[in-house]
């Protein structure tokens, strides 16, 4: 029954979501037994393969947050000063921790109201009381929300009310994390300061960090076990900036150079700046970009296959050769190869497709968007690139169609694949790589992701308030290229030359409340689980074999069958999520 994603795909037809049907497979294990493990881009693996999209209505560091403990991941939006951005990615990687790698500290001379501050910008208030208020200095005690509570007076040294060294449990240096786990659970304290021989802070657990990390065993984390974030930028020379901001979490030192860099008049001055700042980037503050802030960085454009995109990506391969980049938006396999070239390690599929989008009725250029998925993830996986399907998803049956649609590599060691990857890197001049690493990246590769815009701007998460209209509960969304998201920056992404007339590509609208997505994200992934046991694919890892098998079978809806395959018939009814 049915056709091949080939046979249908192959035509000269473009299908989006809702044209196509899946035909049920057979079942034969529980919803708890399908895997959805996948990756955004070579190196950032997810449990969940959902991620919130870079739009200044959608993600900020409370949505990553969020996003990063369900097992997804958010991308940062733009449509902010690159010191900001770098701040919101900054929350996102000291959110939480069983162990914080990098905590506030404060001198005993500090005031109450320091610890303000530091609550109002992290959103936490236990904070060690160090001889020179840095870690590695003699630990002297803790401040915490208790003993701030009753202190009128916000100039109040923290050495009149902390706790001192002597009351505190502490770990030392040589404890494993189990045993600093159990001591922290044992000693009902929030806060344990671990020391090392010289009594110096070298570490803080959180309790509330670890009952968290109970909560959201799925969690994206780092190798230091920090949320992971992705970050978007844009393709201008001063973007360059924006992602060192991003990547070294804005030391003093570099901020010193963007705000001269972005405040001199000069021509020679800029370059003289820029260039001073590369060079420390590259070569001086190497360990910084160890501690690194943002895990990804995802190339914002509506038309990926540009000069300045590829220029982008070189530039960031060279810079910092570890560090994931994820490039777009592409709709056809020639865009996607040009991007490839430039050495990208993920690729943003979409052009048109989202639901704030007005870029196929002012281009005429774009592609319907399960056409889309299924060409570019095709090519990509020729070079192991995961893509993400970008736009247009209202639904898990939407997720589902489209992690169907991307043509999954499959971490399969035979001869004929791998003959055809090395064939590949050798066609694109990537020729100078141990096959070892080559293996490697078979190993590895995995599948492809779906972002969302419109169907996470309601959630309690997103940025702004909520309106009410008509007694319905709404939030405001927008697309970044309508005129409102473009007059505060974003025209980038839509090649919008300085001082040119603006020709908006989006519009702005609301969307209704989802409450959280703590709730919603566990909804919508339930449904994707219940569409892939009706297909009968336990793992994501095995769609492209079941595909090459034909035993995947899609059918093309008429507009009468896709009528009736919603709600239909009836005079109302309530569509009730959880
Ligand atoms: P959904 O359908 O999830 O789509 O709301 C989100 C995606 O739409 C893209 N985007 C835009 N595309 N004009 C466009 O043509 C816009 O103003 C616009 N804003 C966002 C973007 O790829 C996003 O992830």
Redesign the pocket.
Known sequence: DGLSAKELFENRHGYTYDDLILLPGHIGFSTDEVSLKSKFSRNVSLEVPLVS???DTVTEHGMAIQMALQGGLGIIHYNMKPEEQAHEVKLVKRYENGFITSPMVLKPNSTVADIDAIYQRFGFSGVPITENGQMESVLLGIVTNRDIHFTADRRTPLKDIMTPRKDLVVAKDTQSIEECHQILITSKKGKLPIVNQKQQLTGLMSRTDLLKNRDFPLATRDNKKRLRVGAAIGTRENDKSRLHALVEGFSFFIRMFVVMTYNTKSEKHFILFSSLYTYINTNINLFIYFLAGVDVIVIDS?QGDSIYQIDMIKYIKKTYPKLDVVGG?VVTTTQAKHLIEAGVDGI?V??????????QEVTACGRPQASAVYHVAKFASRYAIPICA?????SSGHIVRALVLGWVFKGCLSYDTYCIYIVNMYALGIKNMPHSVYFFFLVLQGASTA?????L?GCEESPGEYVYQDGIKLKT??????LE?MKKGSDDRYFTERGKIRV????SGTVVDRGSIRKFIPYIIQGVRHGFQDLGIQKFDDVKRLRENGEIRFEVRTQAAQKEGNVHSLFSYRKTHY
């Open positions: 999209s870079p739009m509506s938006n943003r979409g052009m048109g497709s989202g639901s704030i989008c007005t870029t970008d736009g247009g998803i209202q972002m969302m815009g419109s169907l701007a969304y927008r697309g970044m290229g309508s998201a908006a590509q989006g519009v």
